[in-house]
Structures are given as structure tokens and as C-alpha cells.
């Protein structure tokens, strides 16, 4: 009786530490075989620049459309530097598959130019902006705030609807000097790419350097902060053409402010529209109070620059600054090297939180365009080394800008864009003149409104309807083909509605060489100072000897010298507008016109079969624009199938059988 108490504290004990056992057991194992760590991230493990598109979210947006339904997309775009050196000016293209319109992009610009929303069907370049550099892991010690960027984008696609994910083809950096391959799926919802350095690409200078160095383009646009205040600065701005057949009449400049600044002053140009009400209603008047905005000349968020006349230019107010008031004419260097460059200056007011001297930011979304000019796309501001002025004060020195950046704009030809020339054939050996084009510069798209057709080719010529406005040429034309025996369609053929017009004559051929005669009409209400036409002769280019009444020249493009320049001599390169006739009320207006002769030799090109095709140009500019060409050549008529040279060589033997 007396062992049950002490037997049942002894059993307790005993049991307690059975049950101990394995709990302690249980812990000595995780201490000695803890969980493997997680896997590395894909970022992790590339070393180089690594590029993702992530869909965060999709949904349904009006209208109802069951055959073209737009949805609503959410996605960021991630550029994370694992490199060992700095990434400058980094740029992102994404193939986009689905029709997309983008609405809205953070952290980044469109690298075109191209102001939000736009189409970006085709794909579309991003450009870092505020920052654009992204700094290594070993330049901040792993501070991913440094080295990454974060783009986060809101736009609509058609086609896909949720819980389906639109992703892009394919994301890759658009920067020289870097391998990227194909962009992998992870998952449903991500597009991912490791891009390293290309080992054959000399990139020495993006590395040892602060700035990058400045690049080659058809354009390029200088934007040089020249003076700096803690409120507002001095901008320099200075356009420079680089391409032998670009150039720009009565050019028009244009910008996005990003950080609601505004043009106070400006000399060497002005803005299309002086206009201070965005200030005076916006936060700008509200800083400034004490600023007279009726002097400020413009506070639109995207301004519109123009230049100005000549008359400007020994103003003290206006002008007075080297390469302005040009009436917006920038040549190219082959022409007159001093006119190829255009320069302005502005001040520029800034607002908080940048109310300091080093506070500096360039304008975005640059884009420049003339009249009749080629169409230019312009690429982000780049920072660069500041630029380098004559001292003002004459002293044998040069005075350094504070800021500098470059935007270099090339000749696109833009989708479904229309030339606005065109080029009509004639030659010795037919009577007939090969039209330009129906519709060679554009057609109403109002079919209702529209009595012609857009399709049907343009009717023979005879010469006397090339001075003729389209308008009053269809007695001649419809004259012409039933002498012709040629059939009139019913509607007629539309015009080719250009503003200039350009015929190419076949005048002679003959054994030891041949010529041809150039015609430019302008149809249009604008005169052509310093006016320009260049042909591209695939084969006959180097038997170019002379133009008799144009100045001209062959001008080598892209390693090829084929291409013959052309401009008018001094005292006549003013091609005039459309004018009225002798009498108006008889008469039909008459086009400006320019004509010269060129012969070309046969020596260097024995071969060459000019009636057969050599003797046409296969490009044909005028004032940097292509025009557009006939699809057909004029055909040898049955009388003059002999050629002349073949002729000639017959003389004697046809004199021999008549003796």
C-alpha cells in the first residue's frame, strides 16, 4: 500500500521523458539538415541587362464588338542591369501583337517621338525617361533602385479576352553592343530575355566615358543649356542636316515639355502661336506672381517653333544670331554648306521641385517637318559631352555649354504615306507621253464625292497636255486616245494630284552616246528657293557628261556613285508657283517651270541599252522627296523600230546602193 505513491511519480517521469526522446531527436535533425534554400530568380542568374514583360491585369471595355472587342491591358516592362558597367540610355523594342494602342507609359517615352496615345500595332522602341542610365551592382553595392527600371504601361488590344494573355512576339534592348535572343515565355503571363555584352563591338567609348558619344543621323538637333539660373535657363538649339538629298523649307519644330516649363524669349525664332493662357491658368502663374505673363510667348505643353524671314535677322530683338531667319530652309552640304544648319535660342522658365542651377531637363517627343520635304523620325534627347562656343568677348578661346544633349532624326517613309512628286516618261520614238501615276500623291477617300477612279491607269499624253492642269486636260486626252486607238474608261482615271510634277525625255541615242531632257513643273502656290532634283541612274550614271542649263553633278550615296544632283544655276534656281495664263478667262493657269538638257557618254558604259530601260532613272528626288515613277516605259512605235545609231551606221550603204 505504501509503494503506489511512490510508484506513480516514477512513472510520470518516466513517461515524460520516453516522450522527450523523439521531440528531441526530431529538433537535433532540422538543426543538421536544414530545407534547401529557394532556386535563384532567371534574373539572378543572367549577367548582363535582363528584360521582362509581366500582364498584370485585362479586362472588357465598350463598345461590344463581337468581331473586333477591345479589352483593356496592364503590364510593366522591367530592365534590370546585372552587368558590370553602367547601362546608358537604355532602350527597350516590344513586337506587339494584338493591335495595341498605348494610353499611357511611365518611367519611359516613346524612342519615335511619338506622343501618347498612338498606335504601336508594329512594335514600338521605349526610352528611359527621367532616367535613362542604369547604374552595375558593383557601382552601388546592389541598390536595385539604381539598377533597375520599372515601366508600367495601360493601352487597349482587340481580340484577346480574358482570362487569354496578350503578350508581345518578342521584348530585346535596342542599344548597339549587345546580344539578345529570343524571348521565352515563363508562365502565362511573362515575356522574359537575358541580353549580354557582344564581344565584337567596340564600346570602348560608352564605357571609359561619362557621356556617349554623339551619332550620325540624316538630322541632328543639338539642345545646349548655354546659361543656367536657379528659375530658368538658355537653351540653344541647333539643327544640322547630314543627309546629301534631305533638306527642309519653312521647317516646323516641335517638342514636349515635361516638367511644366514655358518660353519666355526667344531669338532666332518664334512660336506658330504665342499664347500664355496655359500659364495663367495653370500652376505657373500661381508660382511667378510677380511675372508679367502678357511677355511670355508661349506656355503650351507641346509649343510649335517656326524660323523666321531675313528681315529678322539684323534685329536686335528678333535675331541677331548665327544660322537663323532662313525662312525655315536648311540645305543640304553638296549645296551651300553655311545654310545646312539652322540655330535658335530660348529661355526657358522651370517650376518646382526644380528651382535649382543644375536642375536641367531636356524637352521630349522631338519632331521637325517642311514643306515638301521628307518625312523625319527623331530619337530621344542623349546626353553627350557639353558642346563648345566661340568666346562672345573674342578672346582665343571657347566657352563650354553646362548641359548638352543630341537627338538624331533620320528620313522614314511613314506607313500608307502618299510621295508629293511624281515622274512622267516621254521619248524620241513615240509620240505619246507615259502619265505619272493615278493617284501618284493621294485621292479623295470619299467614293461618293469622288467622279474618277482611283484605279485605273493614267491615259496616254500628247506633249502639248504636260503644260496643261489636269482639270483641262481631259478634251485633249480623250482626242488623244481615239487617235491613238486607245479605249477611255468610264469614270476616268483620277489625277496624280502632285504638287510637282517631273518629265523625263529620251531625246537621242546614237552610237558614241546619248541625251536627255528634264522638265520640272510646279503645280503648286509655293516658290522653290534653292530648289533640287537628283535621278538615280543604275547603269548610266557614270557616262554622265554635262547639264546645259543646270548645275549638276554625280554624288556618291551609300558607297554608290549613281546618283546625278541637279539644281539651278545662280540667278535661276527660283522655281515659281502656278500663275494665270495671258488670259485668264481663255487660258488655263501655267505651271513654274525649269528645263536643261544632259548628255551622257557612252564610253565607260558600252553595253548600255538606253531606250530598253538605262536610259530612265529608277529614283528620282526633288528637294530630298521621292517621287513616284511610272510602272510602264514608252514603247518603240512601228515607224522608228530602226534604232538611230543603226541608222546612221546605214547611211553609207543605202548612199553606195542610190549611186
Same mark, same amino acid.
Request: charged letters at 15%; a negative charge; glycine letters at 4%.
Given at each position: 500500500m505504501d509503494l503506489a505513491p511512490n510508484f506513480i511519480p516514477r512513472l510520470l517521469v518516466l513517461?515524460?521523458?520516453?516522450?522527450?526522446?523523439?521531440?528531441?531527436?526530431?529538433?537535433?535533425?532540422?538543426?543538421?539538415?536544414?530545407?534547401?534554400?529557394?532556386?535563384?530568380?532567371?534574373?539572378?542568374?543572367?549577367?548582363?541587362?535582363?528584360?521582362?514583360?509581366?500582364h498584370t491585369k485585362g479586362s472588357k471595355i465598350p463598345p461590344n464588338d463581337s468581331t473586333n472587342q477591345p479589352y483593356r491591358f496592364e503590364s510593366v516592362i522591367t530592365v534590370l542591369n546585372n552587368g558590370r558597367d553602367e547601362l546608358k540610355s537604355w532602350r527597350v523594342f516590344v513586337k506587339f501583337a494584338h493591335r495595341e494602342i498605348l494610353v499611357s507609359a511611365s518611367n519611359a517615352v516613346l524612342s519615335d517621338g511619338s506622343s501618347l496615345p498612338v498606335s504601336v500595332e508594329n512594335g514600338t522602341v521605349f526610352a528611359g525617361y527621367p532616367s535613362s542610365d542604369l547604374k552595375s551592382a558593383i557601382q552601388t553595392a546592389g541598390d536595385v533602385?539604381?539598377?533597375?527600371?520599372?515601366?508600367?504601361?495601360?493601352?487597349?488590344?482587340?481580340?484577346?479576352?480574358?482570362?487569354?494573355?496578350?503578350?508581345?512576339?518578342?521584348?530585346?534592348?535596342?542599344?548597339?553592343?549587345?546580344?539578345c535572343p529570343k524571348a521565352t515565355q515563363q508562365g502565362k503571363n511573362v515575356l522574359q530575355v537575358c541580353c549580354t555584352p557582344d564581344p565584337d563591338y567596340n564600346n570602348t567609348d560608352v564605357i571609359d566615358n561619362e557621356f556617349l558619344p554623339r551619332q550620325d543621323g540624316d538630322l541632328t538637333i543639338m539642345y545646349d543649356v548655354v546659361r543656367s539660373y536657379s528659375s530658368n535657363y538658355m537653351a540653344q538649339?541647333?539643327?544640322?542636316?547630314?543627309?546629301?538629298?534631305?533638306?527642309?523649307?519653312?521647317?516646323?519644330?516641335?517638342?514636349?515639355?515635361?516638367?511644366?516649363?514655358?518660353?519666355?524669349?526667344?531669338?532666332g525664332a518664334y512660336p506658330s502661336v504665342v499664347d500664355s493662357s496655359d500659364c495663367v491658368d495653370g500652376p505657373q502663374a500661381k508660382y511667378y506672381q510677380d511675372l508679367d505673363f502678357s511677355n511670355v510667348l508661349s506656355c503650351a505643353r507641346r509649343p510649335s517653333i517656326i524660323d523666321l524671314p531675313p528681315t529678322k535677322f539684323n534685329d536686335s530683338t528678333f535675331g541677331f544670331k548665327p544660322f537663323c531667319c532662313r525662312n525655315g530652309t536648311i540645305l543640304p552640304r553638296s549645296m551651300d554648306p553655311s545654310k545646312s544648319i539652322s540655330a535658335f535660342q530660348m529661355q526657358v522658365y522651370k517650376m518646382p521641385p526644380d528651382l535649382n542651377i543644375s536642375a536641367l531637363s531636356p524637352p521630349q517627343n522631338w519632331r521637325i517637318n517642311g514643306t515638301l520635304n521628307p518625312d523625319y523620325t527623331c530619337g530621344p534627347p542623349v546626353r553627350v559631352s557639353p558642346s563648345q562656343f566661340i568666346d562672345p568677348s573674342g578672346l582665343p578661346s571657347n566657352r563650354t555649354a553646362f548641359n548638352s544633349w543630341q537627338v538624331v532624326c533620320n528620313i522614314t517613309q511613314p506607313k500608307d504615306a502618299s510621295p508629293r512628286c511624281c515622274v512622267s516618261y516621254s521619248a524620241y520614238f513615240n509620240d505619246s507621253i507615259v502619265p505619272c501615276k493615278t493617284c501618284a500623291c493621294g485621292c479623295s477617300s470619299?467614293? /461618293?464625292?469622288? &467622279?474618277? +477612279?482611283?484605279?485605273?491607269?493614267?491615259?496616254?499624253?500628247?506633249?502639248?497636255?504636260?503644260?496643261?492642269?489636269?482639270?483641262?486636260?481631259?478634251? /485633249?486626252?480623250? &482626242?488623244? +486616245?481615239?487617235l491613238k486607238h486607245q479605249p477611255v474608261p468610264n469614270p476616268m482615271p483620277c489625277g496624280d494630284n502632285c504638287g510637282v510634277s517631273i518629265n523625263w525625255h529620251l531625246a537621242t541615242d546614237y552610237r558614241g552616246g546619248w541625251t536627255a531632257r528634264v522638265t520640272v513643273f510646279n503645280w503648286g502656290e509655293t516658290d522653290f528657293v534653292d530648289w533640287f532634283t537628283a535621278v538615280q541612274m543604275k547603269k548610266a550614271a557614270p557616262g554622265f557628261e554635262k547639264a546645259y542649263s543646270f548645275n549638276a553633278s554625280t554624288l556618291g550615296i551609300d558607297g554608290e556613285n549613281n546618283t546625278i544632283f541637279m539644281e539651278g544655276l545662280p540667278g535661276l534656281n527660283y522655281l515659281v508657283a502656278e500663275r494665270d495664263g495671258e488670259n485668264p478667262l481663255k487660258n488655263p493657269r501655267i505651271p513654274g517651270k525649269q528645263q536643261s538638257v544632259i548628255s551622257f557618254t557612252k564610253k565607260l558604259t558600252p553595253r548600255i541599252n538606253v531606250p530598253g530601260g538605262d536610259g530612265f532613272p529608277s529614283k528620282v528626288f526633288f528637294n530630298g522627296e521621292e517621287c513616284s515613277l511610272p510602272s510602264i516605259l514608252p514603247m518603240r512605235s512601228g515607224h522608228h523600230r530602226i534604232h538611230i545609231s543603226s541608222f546612221l551606221m546605214a547611211l553609207p550603204v543605202l548612199a553606195l546602193l542610190i549611186l
Open positions: 513517461s515524460l521523458l520516453i516522450v522527450s526522446i523523439p521531440l528531441t531527436s526530431s529538433q537535433s535533425n532540422a538543426d543538421t539538415n536544414p530545407s534547401p534554400p529557394p532556386p535563384p530568380s532567371d534574373s539572378d542568374l543572367c549577367n548582363g541587362v535582363f528584360v521582362s514583360y509581366t533602385t539604381q539598377m533597375q527600371a520599372r515601366v508600367e504601361l495601360v493601352g487597349t488590344q482587340f481580340g484577346v479576352a480574358p482570362p487569354n494573355v496578350p503578350l508581345p512576339k518578342n521584348i530585346t534592348l535596342a542599344i548597339d553592343g549587345w546580344r538649339v541647333t539643327i544640322e542636316n547630314h543627309s546629301p538629298l534631305g533638306r527642309l523649307d519653312n521647317w516646323k519644330l516641335s517638342f514636349d515639355w515635361m516638367r511644366d516649363e514655358f518660353i519666355y524669349t526667344m531669338k470619299n467614293r /461618293l464625292a469622288r &467622279a474618277c +477612279s482611283t484605279t485605273s491607269p493614267g491615259l496616254l499624253l500628247p506633249q502639248q497636255a504636260l503644260l496643261v492642269p489636269f482639270e483641262n486636260r481631259t478634251d /485633249l486626252t480623250i &482626242a488623244w +486616245s481615239y
